[in-house]
Nanobody, 123 residues
């Protein structure tokens, strides 16, 4: 089975940058990978995704222009580069993958999930 492990979460100040990593094990070739975030009492919010076939990326309006998703096939790792962070970005970030290479933006589409990494933006 596919396993995903997020890392890179930290406490940062407003305006700072941070890069999250999602290391995958198992067969993930051909999978789309996404990043979601979830605040207490809320559903999972789509952040960004990247398709395997053509590396097309998708972003939530709230992060477009600030966040960049990328993939390193050699390392079997997906990254989320986050710039201009603000307090609204504070929450747990989850990595997800799905064998259907759609790059969809709904959490229900994804089969595999990491356990999350905490990002806190505070002065």
């Amino acid at each position: 089975q596919v396993q995903l492990v997020e890392s890179g979460g930290a406490l940062v100040r407003p305006g700072d940058s941070l890069t999250l990593s999602c290391a995958a094990s198992g067969h993930t070739a051909g999978y789309a990978t996404g990043w979601f975030r979830q605040a207490p009492g809320k559903g999972r919010e789509f952040v960004a995704s990247i398709r395997w076939s053509d590396s097309r990326t998708y972003y939530a309006t709230s992060v477009q222009g600030r966040f960049t998703i990328s993939r390193d096939n050699a390392k079997n790792t997906v990254y989320l580069q986050m710039n201009s962070l603000n307090s609204e970005d504070t929450t747990i970030y989850y990595c997800a993958a799905v064998s259907l290479d759609s790059g969809g933006y709904t959490s229900a589409e994804y089969e595999y999930w990491g356990k999350g990494t905490q990002v806190t933006v505070s002065s």
